[in-house]
C-alpha cells in the first residue's frame, strides 16, 4: 500500500527567501505524485504534478519539484516567497495510473514580512 | 464553470441528529470522491463513486455514514447519528474519470457536532 510522509508539519520562513517542502512516499508499484495548495477555508487546488518524463517540474505560481526515485522523493521548491504563498500544502500519490490518492498530513507554510 | 458546488458550507448540529451533505460535482466528470480532514487524522478519502457507481467504500467510519450518488449531477453524504467526533471538514472532489490525473475540489462543509 502506498503512504506519504511530509516531514516537516510546520516551515516558518521570510518573504523572498526560498524554501523546500519535504515529501517522501513508499510504494511498490509506479506512481504519480502530486503537491496540493489549501489557502483558509478553501477546498485543495492542484500545484503541479508528476506522470512521467522529466523529474522536474513546474507548477503554478513559480513553485517547482522534483521527483526522485531512489530516494523516493518529491520535494517542493520555490526559489522566492510571498506573503500570499502562506497556506497549508499537501503532497499526494496515487499508485498504477489509477488515480485514488493518499495524502499526506500537510505542512503549514507561513511566510513572514 | 462554476467548479464543484457543495452545501452548506457551515452546520452545527446536536449529538444525534441527522446530517445530510451535499455536493453538486462539475459537469462531464465521471469520478466523485468524498474526504474528511480533521486535525487528528489530516485527509482521509471515505468513499469515491465512478459513474454514480460506489467503487470503494473502505474509508467510511461506520455504518452511521451512508453516501448517494443518484445521478451524475449530484451526490450526498449522510450521517445519522451524529455524534461530536464526527466534526469535521468534509471535502467533496470530482474529476473526468478514475484515470484522470487531477481531483477538483469544493470549498468543503465544516460539521460541528455538539
Known amino acids: 500500500a502506498q503512504s506519504v510522509t511530509q516531514l516537516d508539519s510546520q516551515v516558518p520562513v521570510f518573504e523572498e527567501a526560498p524554501v523546500e517542502l519535504r515529501c517522501n512516499y513508499s510504494s511498490s508499484v509506479s506512481v504519480y505524485l502530486f503537491w496540493y495548495v489549501q489557502y483558509p477555508n478553501q477546498g485543495l487546488q492542484l500545484l503541479l504534478k508528476?506522470?512521467?518524463?522529466?523529474?522536474l517540474v513546474k507548477g503554478i505560481n513559480g513553485f517547482e519539484a522534483e521527483f526522485n526515485k531512489s530516494q523516493t522523493s518529491f520535494h517542493l521548491r520555490k526559489p522566492s516567497v510571498h506573503i500570499s504563498d502562506t497556506a497549508e500544502y499537501f503532497c499526494a500519490v496515487s499508485e498504477g495510473g489509477s488515480y485514488i490518492p493518499t495524502f499526506g498530513r500537510g505542512t503549514s507554510l507561513i511566510v513572514h514580512p | 464553470d462554476a467548479g464543484v458546488i457543495q452545501s452548506p458550507r457551515h452546520e452545527v448540529t446536536e449529538m444525534g441528529q441527522e446530517v445530510t451533505l451535499r455536493c453538486k460535482p462539475i459537469?462531464?466528470?465521471?469520478?466523485l470522491f468524498w474526504y474528511r480532514q480533521t486535525m487528528m487524522r489530516g485527509l482521509e478519502l471515505l468513499i469515491y463513486f465512478n459513474n454514480n457507481v460506489p467503487i470503494d467504500d473502505s474509508g467510511m467510519p461506520e455504518d452511521r455514514f451512508s453516501a448517494k450518488m443518484p445521478n451524475a449531477s449530484f451526490s450526498t453524504l449522510k450521517i445519522q447519528p451524529s455524534e461530536p467526533r464526527d466534526s469535521a471538514v468534509y471535502f467533496c472532489?470530482?474529476?473526468?474519470?478514475?484515470?484522470?490525473?487531477?481531483?477538483?475540489f469544493g470549498q468543503g462543509t465544516r460539521l460541528t457536532v455538539v
Open positions: 459537469s462531464g466528470h465521471n469520478s
Open positions: 472532489a470530482s474529476s473526468p474519470n478514475v484515470l484522470n490525473t487531477e481531483a477538483f
Open positions: 508528476y506522470l512521467s518524463g522529466s523529474t
